[in-house]
């Protein structure tokens, strides 16, 4: 009697430990960000069975910077579309899951991670480079393909599982040095943000490539994010011999100072960096304080390469407008997602990031191939705003 009670009492306490040990690795705790499988490289193993193939899309959608979010995701919507219609890639499916960061560096890791709780498979972003910064430093750790189709900070392809589609900012500040020279002009003064890791990068480029070719820089004013009024800096600029002013900023605050150099009198060639597409429709087609000025970019719609005529026409007919550069970079970012997958033959993160380098694509920003950086080799193009519209030099 005695042992069958100690039985039965060992019999109880081992179901109470059995159910107190059951209820704390249930429902109530948070599963890890990545369960899949790694291969003997850390990255992630080729486990998908199912037939669809889910790119992770970050961007603004929402917030000042919202346009070139939403350009974005309906430029990379339209090639999703086609790749499907024409039949998928290796048996599969291509499907896109896009969140909003608002350009927000903290909001880009928390979208990355709601985006890896869904299992995708390559991620298109970060849009803004700030953000793309943040989420490169997350990606990093599980070995998944990143693409970003604009951010252009050098740091956004550090790591190498990070690749670009856009122009980097060094590119952008020399050749724009360089253009402002051949064209002929002596002294340049620039406004730029100081707040912005775009800008900064242009900027600093932009000085270092004009000293070397001696194009003279005679003032350099600066404004922080959310400023509206640019009088200060443009009448200091008007007090100075510049003969071209150059704005390595996006186009909203590109468009308020056009407006405000008007009202003091200052009155010289504008120069600009791939942020100024957006410009015209930011004044509404008034663009007669900004004719003639000259920006560079990936992407012109009134081109006449049958490519991008052919992306024009599409865009245009599911979304009634013109696409600007970024839906291009969309666009883009995922016809080279789908030359890796059709390369490396398979979803593993390891054997898409390995194709980048052997792929060759033929965009409508642009021929472009890759190199173990993660930068584009490509060309760049120089749009001039005419009578209100955008056309090639």
Not at 9 to 30: P, R
Not at 180 to 200: F, P
Not at 325 to 352: M, R
Request: with cysteine; proline share 2%; net charge neutral.
């Amino acid at each position: 009697m005695k042992h069958t009670k100690f039985r039965f009492l060992a019999l109880v306490l081992a179901l109470v430990f059995g159910i107190m040990s059951f209820t704390s690795c249930g429902g109530t705790k948070t599963p890890a960000k990545d369960d899949t499988k790694k291969d003997d490289s850390g990255s992630k193993a080729d486990t998908t069975t199912s037939d669809t193939f889910l790119i992770g899309g970050i961007g603004p959608l929402t917030g000042d910077a919202a346009t070139y979010g939403q350009s974005v995701n309906l430029g990379a919507k339209l090639a999703i579309e086609e790749i499907n219609k024409a039949g998928g890639v290796t048996g599969k499916t291509f499907k896109m899951a896009f969140e909003d960061d608002q350009a927000s560096e903290e909001k880009g890791v928390s979208a990355y991670n709601k985006l890896m709780d869904q299992k995708i498979n390559v991620l298109m972003g970060s849009v803004t480079s700030g953000s793309c910064i943040a989420v490169a430093a997350e990606s990093v750790k599980d070995g998944i393909l990143q693409i970003t189709p604009s951010g252009s900070a050098k740091d956004c392809t550090k790591n190498d599982n990070a690749f670009r589609v856009c122009f980097t900012d060094p590119l952008q500040g020399q050749l724009m040095a360089k253009y402002i020279k051949d064209k002929g002009l002596k002294s340049v003064a620039i406004i730029y943000d100081v707040s912005d890791e775009y800008s900064k990068g242009i900027t600093e480029a932009f000085v270092a490539k004009a000293k070397e070719i001696g194009l003279k820089v005679v003032t350099q004013e600066s404004f922080t994010k959310g400023d509206v009024d640019f009088k200060t800096q443009l009448t200091k600029i008007k007090s100075t011999d510049a003969d071209s002013l150059f704005l390595p900023i996006y186009y909203t605050q590109a468009g308020y100072i056009s407006e405000q150099a008007a009202s003091v009198g200052l009155k010289i060639p504008y120069f600009g960096c791939d942020g100024w597409d957006g410009i015209i429709d930011q004044l509404k087609g008034n663009t007669k304080n900004i004719e003639g000025a000259t920006f560079l970019t990936p992407f012109i719609a009134s081109s006449e390469k049958q490519n991008v005529k052919d992306f024009v026409a599409a865009f245009k007919a599911k979304y009634n407008k013109t696409p600007d550069q970024f839906a291009a970079d969309g666009y883009d970012t995922i016809y080279v997602i789908k030359a890796a997958l059709e390369k490396a033959g398979k979803t593993d993160s390891a054997a898409l990031i390995k194709a980048m380098t052997q792929i060759k694509v033929s965009g409508v920003t642009g021929d472009m191939t890759f190199d173990a950086s993660g930068e584009p080799n490509k060309s760049a193009m120089v749009a001039i705003i005419k009578n209100g519209k955008y056309t090639a030099e």
